[in-house]
């Protein structure tokens, strides 16, 4: 039988979040039914409601930050019970068949993977959504375990945007002594900064805004650049081995590339589209550096970074809102006016 | 006492190249003097004499993939004596303190290597000249072995077109079970294909024009997939490793990445400039794909090549010329008229 929710939704590119009910599907046996605790707000919340990539599906209940408590789990679920306390990121499904979900890379999935709202279900065809709302169901293969001691709050976002960052810090190797820069301080960046920190590289903020010094070294950077001041560009001159590009919207990328050592990599995991203005081969050439993207990450590296987390105490800077205050918060981060993740406090669902 | 030397040299960016008197250093203690047999016509040439990239130089004398024999050596030089057969690339000499030039990357030298021609020589301030000579004068460690048995006219364009194919397909540890692709069928290009070839790769050729897979099977690749055609160009989706773009002029780049699969990596090293039209970071995002440049190689890696291709056998599919016949092959080559390297015998020069 199918279990009515309550959660929030946009029926349209041009409609607010408003309250809505809708059913969650009859457990399947693989299943784990969780209780929705938390949900971070990411950028990319609001360009699909907003249909900004033209791929939207109405009505779309958002939020793939998603921390909570187990209700129950049907017979083949081994790995939690009720109680447990989990998480769910961007991917609630996968083929589970090909190369890439073989390798654990299930966000690069030939067949795509099932995104936690916004997508189909490949099993029975139905809409995804996400968590924005009272409960889910969620295959326990996509479900993470969430360290005792970590804040349920502070750790929604750890499920996008800690991903985000941490997949391409472990790809590239960093590790001490590595040198990493970080364009942009919001959701991702600033989780970038904590992540690098901790696995022990040297991390510097790129920024346009002078002012974020003071909360950029408290967030673990060493140093600050001013992107838009020539002589600090210059003092960085070939010095970083990863840059992770969080910027989501469209931005000049060239000024960073010689800021890249030999053999070095800027990875784009913000923003999807064509470089404008034109990337220019030349420094690329004349050092042997690239330009790479990256999405998200797989099911077991979450996990280990969930684990990264306990360990160190690493959650996001967060913002806790009502979910009646969503409309609101969605214009305050187009004015990125958030330090630096809003997080839907599920109880209010309740008390609205 | 500098040493008289005749060769072919350009005057400005119209003039043609016309024989040349000009004087070669007196040898320093670490220099071999070599006699010029022949030297590999470049692309890079073509632009340098009519200075596309606006840095030319006049006089030049062009060339930079030199086979000779050694004349000469000076007092400190212990690797090479009179009668040994000799190569001399891109570079003459390099800061050979900073981290690339020890970590034998002379080509990424923080101070810039001294180029073999268009160059100002780091000890004396004078302008370097290249292979369209009689003889040149080269500092011990920046002049390579050839080994026997190789073709001395065949083994020239190794000198430019092997080592800028080879070093990205070592550094992308290409191998046995590999598959790497190649864009463009020039000089560098067929080169690509048997280097890789050697190396154990599953080799593709992508190419714009119909009728050239007869040659490109001959040269290694064991698919052709013509990249106008879209159902061909599906057909490799995901598939590649690396791809070694050569083309040397401003193309779309975009089609290629959709064939990368997961961390793949498209490494141009052929054109400078802007990419355009704009690179998209789509593709790049959704498979963890790279776009990279590499420039020529080191010079142990350039040694590395060469016993290599002593080893397997192979050299440039060459054209040889005399040099009263470099700017009718430059008008050649601007048409992609030439299978696949121009080599000039320097014996013209003296016939002449």
Redo the contacts between chains.
């Keep these: 039988m199918n279990m009515p929710v309550l959660g929030y939704a946009t029926q349209s590119a041009e409609a607010k979040l408003a309250p809505y009910h809708f059913e969650r599907r009859e457990p399947r046996a693989d299943d784990v039914v969780i209780e929705i605790l938390y949900c971070g707000v990411c950028h990319s919340d609001l360009h699909q409601a907003r249909n900004d990539w033209a791929n939207s599906i109405y009505p779309m209940v958002p939020g793939h930050e998603i921390i909570g408590r187990v209700v129950s789990v049907r017979k083949s679920v081994s790995r939690f019970k009720a109680g447990d306390h989990v998480g769910v990121g961007c991917m609630v499904d996968s083929c589970q068949h090909c ?2 979900c073989q390798q654990g ?1 299930e966000q ?1 999935c ?1 067949e795509f993977p099932t995104v936690t709202y916004n997508g189909i279900d490949r099993r029975d065809q139905l809409p995804t959504y996400g968590g924005y709302s009272e409960k889910i169901v969620v295959s326990e293969k996509f479900v993470l375990k969430v360290p005792a001691g970590l804040d349920s709050a502070g750790a929604a976002p750890l499920l996008c945007a800690g991903i985000t960052t941490w997949s391409p810090l472990r ?1 590239w190797k960093v590790g001490k002594g590595s040198k990493v820069a970080v364009v942009g301080l919001g959701g991702l960046g600033h989780m970038a900064l904590k992540l690098a920190k901790a696995l022990g590289a040297e991390v510097t903020l790129f920024t346009r805004s002078p002012g974020k010094e003071q909360d950029a070294r408290h967030l673990g950077a060493d140093r600050i650049v001013l992107s838009t001041d020539a002589g600090q560009m210059a003092s960085v001159t ?1 010095h970083f081995d990863l840059i992770i590009d969080t910027v989501p919207s469209v931005h000049d990328i060239n000024p960073y590339v010689p800021t890249l050592g ?1 053999n070095g ?1 800027l990875v ?2 913000g ?25 998200i990450g797989g099911i077991a590296e979450t996990q280990e970074m969930l684990d990264f987390c306990g360990k160190h105490g690493i959650t996001s800077d967060i913002e806790v809102i009502k979910i009646k205050d969503i409309n609101a918060a969605y214009e305050r981060m187009l004015k990125s006016d958030v330090k630096y993740r809003f997080v839907i406090d599920m109880a209010s669902l309740k008390a609205d």
């Design positions: 190369q890439p890379l690069y030939v790809h070939s030999i990599t784009m995991v923003y999807l589209g064509p470089l404008d203005p034109m990337l220019n081969s030349v420094p690329l050439i004349m050092g042997r550096k690239s330009v790479a993207g990256s999405l």
